[in-house]
């Protein structure tokens, strides 16, 4: 059998060695003192740990214990504070006092004890005090460390050229520095306190528009738990509603079990940057405005330059058939004269075309719609545009096209620029082709939303050099272009006529390889009307007319014109004459037949303002209205500004007698 070995029983847990051995591995001071003997009646060790005195010597001071240890600037107030207090103490209270001690070695200790009633007198009052007195020397250092540290910060905070804001977790503000005060506007006894969502603030976005509370940089910190770096925005301030603008960098701050416990904002005020960055950038658009100006002034030069051309070509033609027929006159041959004179009428419209192209341009007239059938427009825009050129043109029409509402004069100028572009990207010669078919469009991105419904569709395709994919979204720019000679007016002009006829452009293009540009046109639900044939001249008289232009050799050409197609005729060089010639006739009972008036008349009454007083003479007077100036709304609607119908000037004899059949009787 393995011999039992036998240990001593444990000393009782209730038995007072027990008990001094626990006391004395304390490392706090526990003491009994009795007050009527002003004595330390009983220490542990600890007061040897904490002070290096040992227990006796602590008992041989006596009643000079705390005069003796006790730092002088202390001990008043522990004996005002504490000592005062012992009479009154309950058995269930604890007096706690902090004062510094001096050590053995001459140091001053910190020390917080914690006193209670340990017994009492018969009487009642209180006899001995037991204490726990705990060392915080190295507590207290480090508290005095941090409080110069952030006095330190404070200082430094305050020397800085930024605000500080500190945020508590509930975002009530519980620091704020003076520069804070100054660029919020509000003094730092306002802003302590108040919460990232007080009405206080207002915090506008760099667009200048209002920053919702969401976005406030202390929202946004706790909200993501990520800091913010050099974030732009204003203050409006509350007093004054001036606004300051400021850099902002936010960053939250953690407790050690995770949590977020403040945000700390810092503000720099750069207003006076962002003025200067203002001002630049007003200074910037100054000077891109008038370089702009100069580009356009040069390119309108070259523009001039262009137009003077073709109109010296086009006024050389109509002077030398007006030559030939006074050749042919002069030597007795009538027919060919009148063929002469014929063939000047082909280089009149070209004239009168190239003037509408220069309106539409100017400012985007508005079109003057008929419904025609374009197909025969396609291909003489096509020959024309071509003629003279190494570049041939095939036109692909589908039979029974369907017709457009649309101004002819127009629609020709857009065959016509597009397919010049397509000539003068193959210097070499080629071939265009330009395809028109019937096509059912159903939801197609057109400019302004999706398209449904019937339109006719213009595919003009080169075989050229192709555009850059770069360029594609610029082509269609006023003054854009990549060629040397380029004005950059042709396709603006192309786009501007097209959206004005409610249709679309779309463009493909492939560098090395050509071309297409396919135009869209809203097909109409009109018929086409047959042109009446010129009526033969006659003398008979079929009405009267009062005719107001305000000049004298277009009013003397025009009055001959009608008067050879048996109209007896009045004529006004201003919109006062013509009212007053207007109402004499009205009240003799001989009302003009058609009144015919020139929309524009050089510091004179013109033709809108001369009609609107005319109807309230007479409401049912028959008026039209006559202008170069194609673009004019008015033109575009005449009805809509009490005409009846409008006449494009100059025109011709055939124009003018057929709109007078429409509405004389």
Avoid at 314 to 326: F, H, S
Avoid at 346 to 370: C, N, S, W
Avoid at 416 to 441: C, F, R
Avoid at 606 to 630: M, N, R
Wanted: net charge negative.
């Amino acid at each position: 059998m393995t011999q039992q070995q036998n240990f001593p029983p444990p000393p009782s847990t209730h038995s007072a060695e027990f008990l001094e051995q626990i006391v004395s591995l304390s490392p706090d001071i526990l003491y009994i003192y009795d007050i009527c003997d002003q004595k330390n009646i009983y220490s542990n060790n600890g007061v040897q740990k904490v002070l290096g005195y040992t227990i006796s010597e602590i008992t041989e001071m006596g009643a000079g214990l705390l005069s003796s240890l006790m730092h002088p600037d202390d001990f008043q107030t522990y004996l005002e504070q504490t000592v005062s207090r012992y009479n009154t103490l309950k058995d269930d209270e604890e007096l706690t006092t902090r004062y510094r001690m001096r050590h053995r070695n001459g140091s001053w200790r910190w020390l917080e004890s914690v006193e209670s009633i340990y017994c009492r007198e018969p009487s009642g009052v209180p006899r001995q005090i037991f204490g726990v007195i705990h060392d915080i020397t190295d507590t207290k250092i480090a508290e005095e460390a941090h409080q110069k540290s952030e006095q330190s910060l404070k200082r430094l905070v305050e020397h800085l050229n930024a605000g500080v804001v500190i945020h508590a977790a509930d975002t009530n503000i519980i620091f704020a520095s003076e520069k804070a005060s100054e660029l919020l506007g509000l003094s730092v006894d306002q802003i302590m306190g108040k919460a990232a969502i007080d009405p206080a603030w207002c915090f506008i976005r760099e667009d200048e528009t209002r920053m919702p509370v969401e976005e406030y940089p202390v929202a946004r910190v706790f909200a993501t738990l990520q800091p913010i770096k050099n974030m732009i925005c204003g203050i409006v301030r509350p007093a004054t509603q001036d606004r300051v603008w400021v850099i902002v960098n936010a960053f939250p701050e953690f407790d050690p079990d995770g949590q977020v416990s403040r945000a700390v904002i810092t503000f720099i005020d750069i207003s006076d940057r962002i003025e200067a960055e203002l001002a630049l950038a007003t200074e910037k658009e100054k000077l891109d405005e008038a370089r702009q100006k100069a580009q356009k002034l040069e390119s309108l030069g070259v523009l001039a330059g262009g137009i003077a051309h073709d109109f010296n070509n086009l006024l050389g033609g109509i002077l030398g058939c007006v030559e030939c027929a006074i050749d042919c006159i002069t030597d007795n041959q009538p027919q060919q004269a009148l063929d002469v004179l014929h063939t000047s009428f082909d280089v009149f419209e070209r004239t009168k075309g190239l003037t509408m192209q220069l309106l539409t341009f100017a400012k985007g007239g508005a079109p003057i719609r008929k419904t025609i059938d374009i197909s025969d427009l396609i291909e003489q825009s096509t020959r024309f545009a071509l003629s003279g050129s190494n570049v041939e043109g095939k036109c692909i029409i589908q039979k029974n096209l369907w017709p457009c509402d649309c101004d002819e004069n127009q629609i020709g100028q857009v065959i016509d620029n597009i397919v010049i572009n397509g000539q003068q990207a193959m210097p070499l010669g080629g071939k265009i082709s330009v395809i028109a078919t019937n096509e059912q469009v159903n939801n197609a991105a057109g400019p302004s939303g999706n398209r449904n419904g019937p339109f006719v569709k213009i595919e003009i395709q080169d075989h050229g050099i192709g555009i850059e994919k770069n360029h594609l979204s610029k082509i269609f720019d006023p003054f854009f272009t990549t060629k040397s000679l380029g004005q950059g007016l042709g396709l603006a002009t192309v786009y501007s006529i097209v959206n004005r006829h409610d249709g679309w452009l779309e463009i493909d293009s492939t560098p090395g390889s050509g071309t297409t540009v396919t135009v869209f046109l809203p097909a109409s639900h009109s018929t086409i009307t047959s042109p009446q044939s010129a009526p033969a001249p006659t003398r008979e008289t079929k009405g009267t007319v009062l005719i107001m232009d305000d000049d004298q050799m277009l009013l003397n050409i025009e009055r001959s014109l009608l008067e050879h197609l048996g109209y007896q005729v009045t004529c006004a060089q201003n919109g006062q004459s013509a009212l007053t010639q207007f109402l004499a006739a009205h009240n003799n009972g001989t009302p003009f037949s058609v009144t015919i008036l020139d929309l524009t008349v050089p510091n004179g009454m013109g033709g809108a303002e001369t009609v609107a007083q005319i109807k309230g003479i007479d409401p049912d007077a028959l008026v039209i209205v006559a202008s170069g100036y194609a673009n004019d709304p008015i033109m575009a609607d005449p009805g809509k500004y009490g005409f009846c119908d409008c006449i494009t000037k100059p025109f011709r004899k055939e124009e003018i007698a057929e709109l007078l059949k429409k509405h004389v009787s």
